[in-house]
Structure formats: structure tokens, C-alpha cells
């Protein structure tokens, strides 16, 4: 069994830390180990943690989907066969800021105050690159930062970042010295920033802690052009709640991330005019394709004009089309993911090529789940299962063994804990998560480790009228409650209704079950100190039973 977070710290003890000669004001209570050597320093592990945006699970071909066998991820699934594969990986709030903060402080977003897109991350708050730096790591951030400008004063020793989303195609680059255009592939980029650093700037006698955080496949999918066409002819199956009528689930019913409704058919889905033409349909943000060089837009084009050719020949309409753009997601999506595959693949050669392997611990994960057709969705948001969950795999030669599949749930705010753990660092009493450690030494969890997730979204009005909600998923059930304009519980068995589907709230037969899980709903909010929004018992003013009521309810008109 797993040990605990306190015979974890205390069996870390062993190995010597450089103390630093004063502690900052937010430094843990626990002293500092005596300062090491650097034949110890160069003992301590060192931390590659690849984190890609809106990466979904179903699209790691090292979970065994569909999709995956379609379009395999071999470099990523390099990670989960040395190592871990997390297979109940689950985050506090499905958005990428959030989900950022939480990863560098491994608390709530309650808790660090970043809840929602567009609000400034503080970055003088405590986060473990910080404190690694602090007892002689080297640190470094290279890709998307996207918790205000830039990561100035948030304690990485390096760092080259995205502006705010980024861009695909000769994106802007934001360094200590300013910002500036730079030609090429934002994933190609990013790997070359990192593997620079890694070969060039650091210094050997050091461990190093690196965050290769890409944009992709971030909407509005745009692959790097070699792999523009690379699954125009692959026929993905269609999901079969893709035309899902959300009968009873109100919230669900009035959100606006329908891929056959809401997508931007230039700019999301990369639709032309007319046959002969490369001139894009609606292009809500057309610098995405604007800033391309005209060799870039022209190979680009050259491309996919043979398929939106036959579209448009084609002349689709209602189910037809919505089925043709599902298709057109699905390959422009995966395809935007090959080029992050191969960077895993570049940085896992580099590691092997070099021996640093055997003393580097990897990861790779998502900022948050997405869907990939579900209930005929994109994006994410919801706590509904394809964004709830996110991908996880972690590889440290001797510690973790090959091929290692944990079943204990974990949320993203267990990161943080674990690379202070792993790193020989104490724990700090504001962190609300813990180390992964416990659940990868053999597998299995501890006694005492977490049974059920909590979950809250708050980013309502907002992109895609997603509701605010919070909730709870056990082993078997979920129960969430939807709040603001649409006030609604919704409960699934996820043994009978793997989908969420059928909404059982009010099922005679299941008022028990509900009833303990308002219980758990109490003592999560308690553990976790969070009172944003409605208390568990306090009683629902307005319930919304399908969409035309969701609308009516949250103001907006059915068409």
C-alpha cells in the first residue's frame, strides 16, 4: 500500500536539500534540510511536465478508445509504458486558467482566486516551480502561460510565453526582453525553446524542473501543415448521443458549444465559400489565418481545397452536414495533436539520447477533458464526464514500475504535492491535494486516500453559456447542482448510464443514494472551505425542464 503524506516526508529526509539563507514569507513551517553537496543535488530527480490545452482523454490511444486506435498517440503512450497511466484523472474547474493556477499552487480556485477566464492570476502567490527554484532547482516555463501577461515574477529562472491563447501560425512570443513575432508552428516552437534550454542553457551540475506547456490542440485547431491532411480520409465513429436532445437537463439544453450549431464554420471548422474558392466562411477571429505568411496560406489551402471542393459540390444540409462537420473536427482536431505527439517524442529521445531519463521524472497531462462529439459537443466546461476527466501518465525509471495502471481518483490539484514530495521538499499546510506518490509505488492507494472528486465551474455569462456548477462523482454516481438563472440538480448511475443521459433525480428509487450524496456534497464543501454559491440545502428557485424553458429562463430565444 501507499504510505502517507507524513512518512513520505519523513522518508525524504534522506536526501539533502540546499537551505536557502532566509525563507520567504510564505516558506512551510517544516525547516529546511542542510545544504547538499552537488553530487546530492544531482541525485534529486528532474521534472519535465508536458501539459497540452484541451487535450481529451478519448484522443490517447494509451486508454484504448476508438479514436485512439484511429489516431494514435505512440509518443505519449512511450510515457504510460515506462511508467503510470492515471486511469480516474479528474480536475477541480474544466477552463485553462483555472486549471493552470490550480496546477501551480494545488489548491481549489476558490481557494487561489483565479475562477474564471480573463482574471489576473497574483503571481507572487506560492507555487512549487517557486519553491523548487528555491532549494536549487533550475526552473524553467516554455508555451502557454495564459494567467495574465506573462509569468514575470512567478519565480521560473526562464521562461518564453504565448500572448494570452496564442496563435497556431507565427505566434507572438513574450520574454523578459519583450515581445515579438517569431515564424513558425507554435507546437514546433515550443519544443525547440525547451530542448534548447535543456541542451544549451542549463547548468549540468543541477536538477531541473522544465513546464513544456503547449497551446494545442487548443480551438481552432489548426494543424502544423505536414499533418494538415493526414486524417482527411479516416471515417470516426460518430457518438451516439451526438444528436442528443438533452431531455431533462436544462443546463445543458441552453449551452452554446454544439458543433453542428455553434461552431464557426471558417474558423473552427475551416469551411470554404464555394467550390474553387479558398475564400473561409464566418471567421470570427481572422488573425489566426491572416498572420500566416502567404507560403504558409498557400500550402495551407493547397491542402484542403479537394475536400471543401467535394463539400460544397455536395451541397449538404441538416443531418448530412451535421455529420460532415463532426468529421471535420475529428481530423482537424487529432491532427493538431500529432504535432504534439511528436514533441513528447523529441523531448523523450532527447532524455534517453543524453541518460538524463533515469533520473527525470515526465509527465504529461491536460489543462482539462473535451469533448469529442458527446452529447454534440466541443469544448469543455461541463462536469459531465469527457471534461471532467483528463489524461495522466508519469514515467521515473526505478520508482515508478513499467506499466503501472492506477485506479484511485485523482484531481489536478494533487500536482503540486507531488513534486515537492518527489523532489524532497515538505508539504505545505495551504495545498488541498497530495502526492501522487502514494498511489504510484505499487499502484494501490492508501487507506485514507480520497474516494469521491468535488468539482465547481463558475464562468457564467460566459463563452458557451455554460451554468455555474458544483458536484460531486463517487465510483459509481454523480450528483451536480446547476445555479444562477438555471437552478436544477442533476444525478446518474454511471454504471447503467455511462453517457449521462438520463437524469434520475427525481426517481423514487434513488432518493437515498441522492440523499447521501448531498451529505458528501456538505463535508466537501466543508474539507475544501468552499461557500461560493448556493449551499447544498437551500432550495431551488426556478427549475427549467427543457431547452426552449432553459432559454426563456436565461433570457435567449430558440431558433
Known sequence: MGRSRIALAAALCTLALPACTTLPEDAPRHAAAPSATPQDERQRPNIVFIMSDDHAYQAVSAYGGEIGRLAPTPNIDRIAQNGAIFLNSYVTNSLCGPSRATMLTGRFSHMHGFTKNGQKFDNSMWNWPRALGQQGYQTALFGKWHLNYSPEGAGFGTWK????????????????????????????????????????????????????????????????????????GTEFPVPTNYFDHYDGRPAAAAQEMNIYRDMYEGHDLHMTEAA???????????????????????????????????????????????????????????????????????????????????????????DQGFYLGEHGWFDKRFMYEESLRTPLVMQYPGHIAPGTRV??????????????????????????????????????????????VYYHYYEYPGFHSVRAHYGVRTDRYKLMRFYGDINAWEFYDLETDPGEMHNRIDDPSMQGVIAGLKRKLVDLRTQYEDTDGPAVDDPLSTVAKGRHDAEAAAGLHHH
Not at 507565427?170 to 507546437?187: C, K, L, W
Not at 475564400?279 to 491572416?290: C, K, T, Y
Not at 507560403?295 to 479537394?306: C, G, M, P, V
Request: net charge negative; no cysteine; glycine share 4%.
Open 161 to 232: 510565453v504565448l500572448d494570452d491563447q496564442g496563435k497556431y501560425y507565427n505566434p507572438d512570443i513574450i520574454t523578459p526582453d519583450g515581445r515579438s513575432v517569431v515564424e513558425g508552428y507554435a507546437t514546433d516552437l515550443v519544443t525547440d525553446y525547451s530542448l534548447e534550454w535543456l541542451e544549451e542553457e542549463r547548468d549540468p551540475d543541477k536538477p531541473f524542473a522544465i513546464l513544456i506547456h503547449h497551446k494545442a490542440p487548443h480551438r481552432n485547431f489548426m494543424p502544423a501543415i505536414r499533418h494538415l491532411q493526414k486524417y482527411l
Open 276 to 366: 474553387g474558392s479558398s475564400e473561409l466562411r464566418f471567421d470570427r477571429w481572422p488573425d489566426d489565418f491572416a498572420r500566416m505568411t502567404p507560403e504558409q496560406r498557400a500550402a495551407w489551402d493547397a491542402r484542403l481545397q479537394a475536400n471543401n471542393d467535394a463539400m460544397n459540390e455536395a451541397d449538404l444540409h441538416g443531418r448530412d452536414l451535421a455529420l460532415w462537420k463532426y468529421q471535420r473536427y475529428m481530423n482537424q482536431y487529432l491532427a493538431t495533436v500529432s504535432a504534439v505527439d511528436e514533441s513528447v517524442g523529441r523531448v523523450l529521445d532527447w532524455l534517453e539520447r543524453t541518460g538524463l531519463d533515469e533520473n527525470t521524472i515526465v509527465v504529461y497531462t491536460s
Open 407 to 452: 485506479q484511485a481518483p485523482v484531481q489536478n490539484v494533487d500536482y503540486a504535492p507531488t513534486f515537492l514530495d518527489f523532489a524532497g521538499l515538505p508539504m505545505r499546510d495551504t495545498i488541498q491535494g497530495r502526492s501522487l506518490r502514494e498511489v504510484v509505488d505499487d499502484g494501490e492507494a492508501p487507506a485514507d486516500w480520497r474516494e469521491d
